[in-house]
């Protein structure tokens, strides 16, 4: 660098005519020497120096660039330049504001951080997964609100216009009864909530809004988005946390050097994190203890399998009994003196169900006597086959209503188009031959069908209601009313409430989220039927965060051991992308083979509702995309395309396989180069195998030098400075140039061996043996 | 080259927006903060050095556990005494925003983390490191038994080399694939 400053100073000092005459290589050389000084500046606030030192090296780079950029361009180029790098800079900055504000618009995170340090980062991570699912509702309320709910009030045909809008006459006098609100019944039946309200009519108003499209659109882009959103979540936890498969790795050495929060700025927080933090470090030590035990085997299989028999029989019993009261509540769809009890049977059962289960389970698992980190996993993978199970049986019991609604349809379809053909037929025979207005019937006098998407919807949304309703009641009673009773009846009572018997709750991490994913399920089952779910949905998250985080603080007390079912989040996500898939099928199912009602809904008229599709190709679309889609749809272009995916995820999977392999070898390699660098330094004798037989091969064994003389310069220096190379690069290094040494002794150099070994006055004192170890950084040798 | 004076200069400001991580509102609010820190006739003196008890008494850096380590490590008096000037302070700052680089943030936890200055993290060092993270009051300490048992598991993990010390490379080999070190390592004022 001296020669160029030198060559440079000497061109400042000749003149401008001297510029011209700069050779392609020197300015090669100079245009090499600016870049660099620029990404000196540009990085200069990444090392780690000090500020004194980083002013002056600055102001250097700085002069000389700017000295010597207008060398390299002329005049004008010279302002595009500068102008240039000046949008850079505003960019960066730019960029960096936007990060700023985008963090500062999350919500909650205070509430979080809060519950962090009372709690820890596993309660914690309920929050921050139920943050995650209102966001991801939010957006998908968007969609639904603004692109089907709105333009249909907006736009559509008012209240009370048409038939499927307007709440039939018998029922008019009850339609506002509490209780008949209650049961989604009522007004709310005919509102934009469900799916019968929705008009037909292909376009409607001044923008000719295509509104059975949009509604089918909305239905699909749910779920699309939703897989984009879960799949793209779950590459960002594989990415940052490596996966299950990292499990056991550098757990103590982050929680040594990681686990402590430096925007910590209270005191009181601060003793919770110490005490947190040490309940980890106990925690971790007990955990590595646990995996040795020895026990009798044979007990604890027939335990097992007992347990096992025992829970399916209970999950079988739980699955019986739903299908029993949906037979129920297909009988008392005909009777009409029903008490509340029994109109919301089926949904109580099911709520009941999913409550008193978890805790049985868990009861009979105590036979088996798994670690506690396995036994989470087989209590989750329990729980989640009994939501499973009461969810598809609701779904068959539903499908059997559905069926029987599609038979009643047909008479009720056959007799309103006699009604009406009759009707036609008297008008034109009365006047003679002018066209026949609409009959002038009040809408809320026409035969109705029974409109099976509504009645699913309609159950749908009563099923998220009760369940909202159970857990809210849970938390109140379950944890709050015992919270008091225990705090209270304390002072009054024999045995110490508070550590004995009921204590205080801790909080169900696994319950609650396995109940937020099907929860989250059973919303994008519903909300192709009943529009609003959605809304109801966003509300119940909303409130659901308020709630259960005064629960938890009011009420609960932190983990005795806490044992986390995965070190990423992908193991709940995966949850949900299986879920996501479950409730995906019955909607499609349904979209794709039942015909839509003839009376109610955006597709009504239709044989199959993705008839819109079609037509809107035919109709709207310029006829050649209508003969592409039709060739893109040849089977014999999606099978081909189907199969390449398949080989690209089997490409992809063995190429993350092969580097994973890469890995874990150049990680054995340093650990081998390491051992025989440390073993050559202690003690002549290879323990490394092959380095044996290599020493024996060598012919001029005798002339090996003794015991090497200390020579610690060569390793402390690259270890204290902060080095960017990987350690095993610069272990190499050291070990082939000793290994060539070694192996090749040149005899010449060292003269013949004429004389015994010298005083060891190099080596280590009399009595101190090998076991002084020369470990990196510990000061001198011993002389 | 720093200054205590009431205003920052202008080009200045601009050179140490490019020598550190902070931006504009950034630097300026340490400023304002530095200077409430100073006494009336401190203020007029250049290049101020405040003494590591009034440093301390920043509600950012007082529930902190390593906050004598953060303040020796930043400082570049003569003595040792853990004293900064406005420029450590920004240094401080820089190393411990939002958007200092992880090569960063490692190099100076480990440079906090080694308590003996020695240049690796021995037996010594984990065992102070352990005891400030649990805490000064005795219930909450490790028993003996159990810090054995942890430093050893620590060392197990990230000592490659197996000589017993974690040097810098193994730190930040450990440290790069923690999810949460960069979040955690921050100081915001």
New interface residues.
Partial sequence: MCDLMMMSSSDSNSDSEEEESLSEGEMAQLLEEVEEKKKL?AT???K?W???R??VD?KEAQEFVDKFEGALGKGKGRKWFAYKVMMKKKWI?FQ??FE?FRTACIPWERKIKDVESHFGSSVASYFIFLRWMYGMNLVLFGFTFGLVVIPEVLMGLPYGSIPRKTVPTPDQDTAQDYSVLMDFNGYCKYSVLFYGYYNNQRTIGLLKFRLPLSYLMVGIGTFGYSLMVVIRTMAKNAD???GDGDEG??????K????????????E???NK??S??TS??E??VD?QENQKDENIHLRRFLRVMANFLITCSLGGSGYLIYFVVKRSQEFANRTDLSWYEKNELELIMSLLGLVCPPLFETIAELEDYHPRIALKWQLGRIFALFLGNLYTFLFALFDEVNTKLEQEDSIKNASIWAMKEYYANYTLMLNGTDSPIPPMDPGDVIRGPCWETAVGIEFVKLTVSDIQVSYLTILIGDFARAVIVRFLNYCWCWDLEAGFPSYGEFDISGNVLGLVFNQGMIWMGAFYAPGLVGINVLRLLSSMYYQCWAVMATNVPHERVFKASKSNNFYMGLLLLILFLSLLPVVFTIMTLPPSFDCGPFSGKVKMFDVIMETIDLDLPAFLGTLFSYAANPGLIIPAVLLMVLAIYYLNSVSEAYQHANMEL?KK??MT??E??NRRNNTDSTNQVMKDLEDLLPNRSLMPPAPPPQPVKK?EP??K??????GT??KGVNLQRDVTLASPNPNARGPVSRPPGPRGHGPPPGAGPGR?R???R?APPR | ??TTASQLGKDLLS?YQ????L?KQEILLAHKRFAELLTKDEKDLPNTRLPMERILTL??L?????RRRICLVFS?SQHKDGSLTF??F??LL???S??A?M??KS???FRI?DFDD???L?YGD?ER??NC???ETDD???TDE?MR??IS??LE??D??????V?????Q???S?????VS?????L
């Fill in positions: 500046i200069i606030r990444n780690p000090r500020m004194k980083r002013l600055l900055k960096r504001d700023n940052v946390g490596g790795e550098f757990t103590f050495a982050w040594m050097f990681t686990s402590w929060d430096y925007l910590i700025g209270n005191s927080t601060a003793d110490y005490a933090i040490t470090f106990k971790s030590i590595e990680k340093m650990q390491r051992d660098e440390k402390p270890e204290a902060p080095t960017k190379t990987r350690p610069a272990g170890g470990g990196r950084g000061g | 080259m720093g050179e490019e020598l550190t991580f931006t509600p950012e007082k529930s902190n556990p390593f570049t420029e450590d920004l240094d820089s190393a411990f939002d958007s680089t090569e960063i190099h100076y936890a983390f020695d240049g690796t021995d984990l490191l352990v993270l649990t805490g909450t300490r490790l159990e048992q942890l598991n620590i993990e990230s490659i080399d197996k000589d017993g010390t040097n810098l490379s193994e730190f080999h450990v440290i694939r923690s999810p949460d070190f955690s390592f921050k100081i915001v």
